[in-house]
Nanobody, 114 residues
């Protein structure tokens, strides 16, 4: 089992910035973030593979930056130029090399006011 503990989040005005972080109980191959808005499915936001490869959803490219610290077992999502459609619960995820299982954090709320 892997425990993921998130911190950060909150309320921010459109165009503002916010930083959320996640600490894992052990090192994982792939770690990052999904989000879920009310009434919508959970969607991928960004992920960072232990080798250094990073992946982003098209909707956040150029605005969000994911970074991981392998020594501290943390992954940080720096969000800039936030929009109302970025609002939702952000879930930290972690996966082993073959993709299963996926471990989830408890989620942290991000609300962008327009």
């Amino acid at each position: 089992q892997v425990q993921l503990v998130e911190s950060g989040g909150g309320l921010v005005q459109a165009g503002g910035s916010l930083r959320i972080s996640c600490t894992a109980s052990k090192s994982m191959f792939n770690i990052g973030w999904y989000r879920q808005a009310p009434g919508k499915e959970r969607e991928f936001v960004a992920g960072a593979v232990i080798s250094g490869t990073k992946n982003y959803a098209d909707s956040v490219k150029g605005r969000f930056t994911v970074s991981r610290d392998n020594a501290k077992l943390t992954v940080v999502l720096q969000m800039s130029d936030l929009r109302s459609e970025d609002s939702g619960v952000y879930y930290c995820f972690a996966r082993p090399p073959f993709g299963n299982p996926t471990y989830w954090g408890q989620g942290t709320q991000v609300t962008v006011s327009s």
